[in-house]
């Protein structure tokens, strides 16, 4: 009996710790909401991973940034972005899909 509530215990442990890296792997819109109103190098840092992923991946996800492209201006048009959309923002929307949609609405594709 010992022995089985070890191990019930000790998976709900590891479980609890995975949804734990994973929500810290993947940060949610909320979390990037803090980051504009925080520290600017935490946000530059986030950004600039985020954009340099974007440019260098097969599928671009129909977004052109313009050439001499700096994250400052990544950043300013995220924070503005978020903050217009702030009501809309809940603890399940992805930073991901944040990021994505204020850089595809400032700077889509033209096909």
Known sequence: MRRLLFLVVTGL?????????QQEMHPS???LLGLCEGKEDVALAYIIGWTDRQQHDADSGDICFPNGMRPQWARDI???????????????????????????ETWPCNK
């Open 13 to 21: 442990a590891l479980c609890v710790g995975k949804v734990q890296a």
């Open 29 to 31: 819109a909320l979390y």
């Open 78 to 104: 995220l924070c503005e972005y978020m903050t217009a959309h702030a009501k809309n923002l809940t603890l399940n929307m992805d930073a991901d899909k944040a990021m994505w949609s204020a850089m595809h």
